[in-house]
């Protein structure tokens, strides 16, 4: 027979109704053998106590269902962000407040470089917190005027670049007459360029290619050591190419004996017909494993708010603002949502704007008439706008949705005052209404947009503060154990997997978020500040402090 | 190297791009088209031109090629560029929810490439109601009016007066754009791409095809060359392309491009001969002059 440990803890949390609260769990094989006090654990027979929790807090391990595995990649870059932030070593980056603070960074990192050739690079950057000043070429010519260097800002929208990275981009010219592409005065581009279409030609030249999606061996390893550090045992990457390379590389890294989360990857849907992202997904969906959840499919209906490419309902936007974009036309999606529902797939779809949710909404019913299917759980992703009947509607057609509470802390007061205005701006990610409509909901951090930590979100989602200060929609607030639910069984069932995850019960996977802090027993205000030690993934041992 | 000629085809589902696409194919005679697509839907390219075909390139009958870009286009063209033989034209066939003239603005940036005009595919029977879709219809607009030209396709499948009423009514949304009215994607190939019009004009005696018709504007003296061009892309002209060298008022041989109402001139070698292909409707070629 196999060993059973039995630990002991402070208080074991266990989002299960029939034993909420327990001294002791029992792990066999990676699962909960029980959880309850020693006295009934001892019955399953022999047991080796472990006394490494005894002071600790523990929960079901946390689960984001609105992730990217690139955050991992992007720490290997300069990280230039406003606020603090934990890279995947533990060590805690001052954010950067100033256009100074920022190039000083910068400076710093490039006099440690070697190669004289190497572009450097830099994430996470924000104009909007220092009174929208804009980063220019020769802000960065000051760090460098011989190597390309490019910045990648926090909504990944905007990548600033230096004179060289203009050069070797073939941009350093006059007469460009593109929207965005801003020119000084001088003629020559000011080195801030918006959207793909424009940060790709430079892009390749300062480490953002379109591969940086694609998580490399090292940076899933570092995305695996950011869950342990945030109580996450299960994630998402949503979405992913999923190139038969990269495949092989999430395989064999998710193989590895001390890979400590569960990675759920998402197919992309674009580039390909609907038939043939079906069937490729069918396929991965064999080879799925224990720690890789192959098999499912992310589609993007529309853009976002702040960079004004959402697909807005009347009145559009409250700056006048053209509508935005597109993505994927309602036929095709049409098309897949029917193919992958007869193929029993899950479809998780981004809508950020009104009328994109309004789209999806429209062309799921018929979906659902023609290919009836019971417990589907298509999810809507960020879905922010939503309104009270779209709620209703998402309800009846047995959808789900994944809110983006970190989104509301970092971009609220954008939002107020430029992209929707005050009144639509208190209903964005409405939980209060998901839950109270009966929408089964999740929400989600969008790391590496914001960063990776459940608790920070589930904060977010408790006291709905904007980055200065305000309390915006306070009647979509939700209490504490809300939010503790929807970090963990709310996301696992958007998944399809909170029979095996989520809460602390027999038969479920042995994954715990090991804290040092009681989340029920800090307060909505300080639910942000809970300390985490570490997890148990599958039964192994994770600490963060050792990683 | 001459910078690689680019057209933007676009245009909701259903307009008949792709039918489009094959008969410029089926009548490539000799100029190597390279088509990228967004994905390889079922049918991209007819079975019968298929030469050879992997997960990313399709080897066509002629030399051409067609690859699919995803998500990366400008991957795609620099690819494209690096073919040898490098390909005479590229065709960007976009999805049916782009926005036409940001691709062509995209691309624009790009060193060695030369945006060739954005051609829309419109159904004749379908248009006006997709343009009055909930969803669909800014951006059914917001294509027609980057066009510089409209396939105004299946006009068999409407009666003449509706087919005057939308045609009239395209012309309202978009001042500058030429229509051209046709069957089953089988437009007259010079039009859609000068790379096409420049073979025709140097194979010999202009054909007259359908309602349009060629002809060679050779200047005998030097010209003010962004006057002929701007003379050239006039909308009460109606050309729907010219292309073609002219000498300029200090002596430098210039190329000059028009596509509809686009227009544009950049410095060429000495050696080419002056002479300024036009494609037209029947009927107007008599008003095209030397301004
Ligand atoms: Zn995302």
């Keep these: 027979m196999s060993d059973t440990t039995i630990y002991t803890a402070r208080k074991i949390i266990t989002m299960n109704r029939n034993r909420p609260i327990a001294s002791h769990v029992a792990v066999r094989d990676g699962r909960i053998l029980g959880v309850g006090d020693l006295e009934e654990l001892a019955t399953w027979g022999e047991y080796k106590l472990d006394e490494t929790f005894a002071d600790k807090i523990l929960m079901p391990g946390l689960v984001e269902g609105h992730a990217h595995t690139m955050e991992g990649t992007l720490w290997r870059y300069v990280y230039c962000g406003y606020f603090d932030r934990a890279d995947p070593d533990g060590k805690m980056w001052e954010g950067a407040r100033t256009i100074d603070a920022i190039l000083d960074r910068l400076k710093q990192a490039e006099v440690e470089m070697t190669d004289p050739d190497a572009p450097l690079s830099g994430w996470s950057l924000d104009?909007?917190?220092?009174?929208?000043?804009?980063?220019?070429?020769?802000?960065?010519?000051?760090?460098?005027?011989?190597?390309?260097?490019?910045?990648?800002?926090?909504?990944?929208?905007?990548?600033?670049v230096n004179t060289k990275a203009l050069e070797l981009g073939g941009l350093m010219k006059t007469g460009l007459n593109h929207p965005g592409i801003p020119l000084g005065a001088d003629g020559y581009p000011t080195g801030e360029l918006y959207g793909p279409e424009t940060m790709t030609p430079v892009g390749v030249h300062v480490g953002f290619n379109r591969s940086l999606t694609d998580s490399d061996a090292q940076g899933l390893r570092d995305f695996g050591k950011l869950c342990v550090r945030t109580g996450v045992t299960t994630i998402t990457d949503l979405a992913a190419r999923l190139e038969p390379d990269g495949v092989e590389s999430m395989l064999s890294v998710t193989g590895e004996d001390t890979y400590p989360a569960r990675v759920v990857p998402l197919q992309m849907f674009m580039g390909a017909t609907a038939k043939e992202t079906v069937d490729k997904v069918v396929a991965l969906k064999k080879r799925?494993?224990?720690?890789?959840?192959?098999?499912?499919?992310?589609?993007?209906?529309?853009?976002?708010?702040?960079g004004f490419s959402a697909r807005m309902r009347w009145p559009g936007y409250h700056n006048g603002a053209p509508n935005g974009l597109w993505y994927t036309a309602p036929e095709q999606l049409a098309q897949l949502y029917r193919l992958a529902l007869a193929a029993g797939i899950q479809v998780h779809t981004h809508t950020n704007g009104d009328e994109a949710t309004e789209m999806v909404l429209d062309t799921l019913g018929p979906a659902l008439t023609d290919v009836p299917s019971p417990d589907h759980r298509f999810t809507l992703q960020?879905?922010?706008?939503?309104?009270?009947?779209?709620?209703?509607?998402?309800?009846?057609?047995?959808?789900?949705?994944?809110?983006?509470?970190?989104h509301h802390f970092y971009w609220g007061d954008e939002h107020y005052r430029l992209t929707v205005g005050p009144e639509r701006a208190l209903r964005m990610n409405a939980c209060r209404t998901a839950l109270d409509t009966g929408v089964p909901m999740a929400i989600h951090s969008d790391a590496p947009v914001?960063?990776?930590?459940?608790?920070?979100?589930?904060?977010?989602?408790?006291?709905?503060?904007?980055?200065?200060?305000r309390?915006?929609?306070?009647?979509?607030?939700?209490?504490?154990?809300?939010?503790?639910?929807?970090?963990?069984?709310?996301?696992?069932?958007?998944?399809?997997?909170?029979?095996?995850?989520?809460?602390?019960?027999?038969g479920k996977k042995a994954d715990f978020a090991i804290l040092e802090d009681d989340p029920t027993e800090i307060g909505g205000p300080n639910l942000k500040d809970v300390r985490v030690w570490g997890t148990v993934s599958g039964g192994r041992v994770f600490c963060a402090a050792d990683l | 190297m001459p910078a690689l000629p680019v057209t933007v085809i676009g245009g909701y589902l259903g307009a008949g791009k792709t039918t489009m696409v094959n008969h410029l194919l089926r009548h490539a005679d000799g100029v190597r088209l390279a088509v990228l697509v967004n994905e390889f839907g079922e049918l991209a390219i007819d079975e019968d031109l298929i030469e050879a075909e992997d997960d990313t390139l399709i080897s066509i009958a002629g030399g051409c090629v067609c690859c699919s870009f995803g998500s990366d286009l400008t991957g795609a063209l620099l690819e494209m560029a690096k073919m040898h033989p490098r390909p005479d034209h590229l065709l960007i066939e976009s999805s049916g929810v782009a926005i036409p003239g940001a691709i062509a603005g995209s691309v624009s940036l790009l060193d060695g490439f030369h945006v060739d005009g954005v051609v829309i595919l419109a159904d004749a029977e379908t248009l006006r109601d997709s343009a009055q879709d909930k969803y669909m219809g800014d951006t059914v607009l917001r294509q027609i009016s980057d066009a510089n030209i409209i396939i105004l396709n299946k006009t068999d499948l409407v009666a003449a007066d509706a087919l005057a009423e939308t045609s009239a009514w395209l012309a309202a949304q978009n001042p500058n754009v030429r229509i051209i009215e046709t069957q089953h994607g089988n437009v007259v190939p010079e039009?859609?791409?000068?790379?096409f019009l420049v073979k025709a004009a140097a194979s010999g005696p202009h054909h007259h095809t359908a309602n349009m018709e060629m002809m060679t504007l050779t200047p005998d003296q030097r010209v003010d060359v962004d006057d002929l061009a701007r003379h050239l892309a006039d909308e009460n002209l109606g050309l729907i392309r010219a292309k073609g060298f002219a000498t300029s008022l200090s002596g430098q041989k210039m190329l000059i491009q028009v596509v509809g109402s686009r227009w544009a001139t950049s410095e060429a070698a000495q050696d080419k001969a002056d002479g300024i292909v036009c494609l037209g409707f029947k009927g107007q070629m008599s008003k095209v002059a030397l301004p």
Excluded at chain 1, 127 to 150: E, F
Excluded at chain 1, 384 to 406: E, I, P, W, Y
Excluded at chain 1, 474 to 502: F, Q, W
């Design chain 2, 191 to 195: 039009a859609v791409l000068d790379s």
């Design chain 1, 288 to 306: 799925a494993t224990d720690r890789l959840r192959l098999g499912r499919i992310k589609a993007v209906a529309d853009g976002s708010i702040q």
């Design chain 1, 450 to 469: 914001t960063p990776l930590g459940p608790f920070f979100t589930a904060w977010c989602a408790v006291n709905r503060i904007t980055a200065s200060g």
């Design chain 1, 127 to 160: 104009p909007i917190y220092m009174d929208n000043k804009r980063v220019t070429r020769a802000d960065l010519d000051s760090v460098s005027q011989t190597r390309p260097i490019g910045v990648l800002h926090a909504s990944g929208h905007i990548l600033n």
């Design chain 1, 382 to 406: 960020h879905c922010q706008l939503a309104d009270a009947a779209q709620f209703r509607r998402m309800k009846n057609l047995g959808m789900c949705v994944n809110l983006f509470a970190n």
């Design chain 1, 471 to 506: 309390v915006q929609g306070e009647s979509e607030k939700i209490a504490v154990e809300e939010a503790l639910y929807a970090i963990t069984i709310g996301a696992a069932y958007t998944l399809h997997m909170d029979d095996e995850v989520g809460s602390i019960e027999v």
